[in-house]
């Protein structure tokens, strides 16, 4: 059974960083890409950021330049640097994980999840 373990959220000010961290078990996960949403109240579950097993990465355009996912293999956790923190990026991060080819941005692509960690950023 494949599980995703988020960690690393909290509670910060504008401007802030903070690192999020997804560790994977139950599978190999050099084999996986893996990817990141958020969810903020009201509103729905939305694509941030993915890193293909090769390494690279895409990103949605209102975290580039402030945010870069990358990936450990030999410890089977992938990462969320977030910097320049904004209140509007309050939200539950999840983890996600599938193993298609391709720059998947959709919720439906991904065949694996975490619970999610909640990042609140205050003004």
């Known amino acids: 059974q494949v599980q995703l373990i988020e960690s690393g959220g909290g509670l910060v000010q504008a401007g802030d960083s903070l690192r999020l961290s997804c560790a994977v078990s139950?599978?190999?996960?050099?084999?996986?890409?893996m990817g990141w949403f958020r969810q903020a109240p009201g509103r729905e579950r939305e694509f941030v950021a993915t890193i293909r097993s090769d390494y690279s990465t895409y990103y949605t355009n209102f975290v580039k330049g402030r945010f870069t996912i990358s990936r450990d293999n030999a410890k089977n956790t992938g990462y969320l640097q977030m910097n320049s923190l904004r209140p509007e990026d309050t939200a539950v991060y999840y983890c996600a994980a599938h193993s298609k080819s391709g720059y998947l941005v959709n919720r439906a692509s991904y065949d694996y999840w975490g619970r999610g960690t909640q990042v609140t950023v205050s003004s």
């Open positions: 139950g599978r190999s996960f050099s084999s996986l890409a």
